[in-house]
C-alpha cells in the first residue's frame, strides 16, 4: 500500500489536532478521487466545479467538504457506478477501505454518490489522532448536473498528486456564475458561498453572465423568464441580496471551514462591508 506518500503529503499542512489532520485527510482523499477520474474518460464528458475545485486548483483559503461535478451536454443516462469502481480501486492502493454507494434518482437531475471510509485512520501513522484514540472518518459526497444550463466555458487544469495529471474544469467566470446563481437563488444563508464571493472580487474575476442567464431560467425565482442578465442587472440584484442577508447565519456558517487566523477577519461581515467589496466587480 502506498500509504506513505499520503503521510508525506499530510506533513505539508502543518496540522495541530485531530480536527485539523481528518480535514487534511478528507482533502488529501479529494485529489486521489480526482487522480482515478483522470485516468478514465470522466473528463472528457464532465467537469469540476464548486468550491472544492476552487480550493484545489486555484488554492481558495477554505476547506470544502463534497465535490461537485457538472456534464458538458446533457446526459440523464450518466451513471456514477464504473467510475466508483475506479475510485475505489484507487483508493485501496493507498490503504483505504472503502464503501461506495450510488444514491442516484433516474428522475433526479442531480446524481449523487458517497464514498466512506473508517479505516484510513487506523492504517496511517497520526500525530494527533492516535494520541487521543479517536478514529478517522472520512465521509465524502459526489455530486454531478446531468442537465446544465448553457453557456459555459471550460479549460484543462494540472494536478500533481499524487502524479501528475489533467482534469477538464469550469473556467473562473463560469464558477463566478455559478456562485452567483446560488446566492440569487438560495432560501437560506451559506456563508461559504459569501467567503467565495469575496475571493472572486478579490481576484478581479468577472461574470459570465451567459452562464448565469442560462441558470437563472433554468431554476430559481426567474425560473422560465427571459431576462436581460448584464452587469447592470446583475449589480441591482446583488446589492438587494447583500442588504437582505443574514450575516450572523452566514459568519456561524463559514466558521469551521477557516482557519483560525481568519476568525477575526468575520467581525467585519456586514452589508455595508460587502457592498464595498462589490465595488471591485471588472
Not at 198 to 213: D, E, H, I, M
Not at 245 to 259: N, Y
Amino acid at each position: 500500500m502506498n500509504t506513505s506518500i499520503i503521510e508525506d503529503r499530510l506533513k505539508k499542512y502543518g496540522t495541530n489536532s485531530a480536527e485539523t489532520e481528518l480535514t487534511a485527510i478528507r482533502e488529501i482523499t479529494q485529489e486521489l478521487i480526482l487522480f482515478a477520474l483522470s485516468t478514465s474518460d470522466f473528463f472528457s464528458h464532465a467537469a469540476f466545479q464548486g468550491g472544492t475545485c476552487l480550493r484545489i486548483v486555484h488554492g481558495l483559503n477554505r476547506f470544502s467538504e463534497d465535490m461537485d461535478f457538472i456534464l458538458r451536454e446533457p446526459d440523464s443516462a450518466f451513471s456514477w457506478q464504473q467510475y466508483l469502481t475506479l475510485i475505489g480501486s484507487t483508493l485501496e492502493q493507498y490503504g483505504y477501505s472503502v464503501e461506495l454507494q450510488d444514491k442516484s434518482h433516474v428522475d433526479k437531475t442531480v446524481k449523487k454518490a458517497f464514498i466512506k471510509d473508517d479505516s484510513i485512520g487506523q492504517v496511517l501513522r497520526l500525530a494527533y489522532a492516535n494520541r487521543q484514540g479517536t478514529q478517522q472518518k472520512i465521509r465524502i459526497k459526489l455530486e454531478i448536473d446531468t442537465n446544465p444550463p448553457g453557456g459555459g466555458d471550460f479549460e484543462s487544469a494540472f494536478i500533481g498528486f499524487p502524479a501528475p495529471s489533467s482534469i477538464t474544469v469550469e473556467t473562473l467566470p463560469t464558477l463566478f456564475a455559478g456562485k452567483s446563481h446560488a446566492l440569487l437563488c438560495r432560501t437560506y444563508e451559506k456563508g461559504r458561498d459569501w467567503y467565495d464571493f469575496l475571493w472572486y472580487l478579490g481576484n478581479k474575476t468577472p461574470v459570465n453572465y451567459r452562464r448565469l442567464s442560462a441558470a437563472l431560467y433554468q431554476t430559481g425565482p426567474w425560473e422560465g423568464q427571459d431576462l436581460t442578465v448584464d452587469r447592470t442587472w446583475y449589480i441591482a440584484e446583488m446589492r438587494r441580496r447583500i442588504s437582505e442577508t443574514d450575516w450572523k447565519r452566514a459568519k456561524d456558517d463559514i466558521a469551521p471551514f477557516i482557519s483560525p487566523q481568519e476568525q477575526g477577519l468575520l467581525t467585519k461581515w456586514s452589508a455595508d462591508f460587502f457592498l464595498s467589496a462589490f465595488e471591485r466587480l471588472p
